[in-house]
């Protein structure tokens, strides 16, 4: 149950079930919520390699110069965190990629929380940073103070955990007809609002004239639960029109 859920949190949950599982013969194997663990984590350090090397190769649009002023530079990351997993690879995966050794401009990372406290992900991705073999050597103050100058968590959750007030609602609804771009209100889309209604209002110096990559790392199937909710607005302001092969309406054919 979600009482539950918050009371004994996810990694103990799936512990018991996997006890569970195993007095019963069974041989269980335990895969944390959103991939958050040692392994899940390389996804998203691969995929920050993957933006270096677009960074990259951007000077081969840009002439033959390949030197550092003819990159494209990444002032900050921004990007949805519900369980560290992300948080983890992209923190890790920046301070390696973006090392001094490769003449790269080092972006500041911000995760934006939509559940639990900073203090909860920053210990997280500590466990799923030691899994991958990361801090061995420090304490534990000393790892969460690197791991504080990697990347900056910001308390986005709100109303709590997929809860959503109106204005939410009607930002993810304005971005998608806008852009074409889908973002749901329980991930993605709840991060999204907090970066732009209040991170960037308060820190407006720190990101003026910056270059910000937004990352959306999905949450589509939050939708659902919100359709109910969102509905109603969408069928009077949607520029969609759907054909009436029925005639249901009375009258052209055709409704909105």
């Not at 990159?71 to 990351?77: K, M, R, T, Y």
């Not at 998608?176 to 609002?193: C, E, W």
Request: net charge negative.
């Amino acid at each position: 149950t979600p009482g539950e859920y918050g009371r004994f949190g996810s990694n103990a949950l799936l512990k018991k079930v996997c006890g569970d599982l195993q007095r019963m013969g069974k041989v269980p194997y335990l895969i944390n919520v959103g991939g958050s663990n040692g392994i899940g984590t390389w996804g998203y350090i691969d995929a920050i390699d993957e933006v270096v090397s677009q960074i990259t190769s951007y000077s081969q649009n840009v002439g033959e110069d390949s030197t550092n002023e003819s990159l494209i530079n990444i002032d900050h990351i921004v990007f949805a965190c519900g369980s560290g997993g992300t948080a983890a690879g992209i923190s890790c995966g920046v301070a390696l990629a973006f090392s001094n050794e490769r003449n790269l401009h080092l972006p500041k990372v911000h995760a934006i929380g939509v559940c639990d406290s900073p203090e909860y992900f920053y210990n997280e991705i500590l466990n799923i940073s030691r899994e991958l073999g990361l801090f061995q050597q420090d304490s534990y103050d000393d790892a969460i103070a690197k791991l504080k100058s990697w990347v900056t968590i910001h308390q986005g959750r709100g109303l709590g955990y997929s809860i959503n007030t109106k204005e939410e609602l009607e930002f993810c609804k304005n971005f998608s007809l806008k852009t074409g771009i889908v973002i749901d209100p329980v991930y993605t889309g709840k991060a999204l609002f907090h970066f732009a209604t209040k991170v960037l209002p308060e820190y407006p110096d720190e990101f003026q004239n910056k270059n910000v990559l937004f990352w959306h790392t999905g949450g589509s199937l939050g939708m659902y639960e919100k359709a109910p909710d969102m509905i109603e607005s969408l069928m009077t302001t949607s520029q969609l029109v759907r054909l009436d092969m029925y005639n249901k309406t009375g009258d052209s054919g055709t409704n909105t």
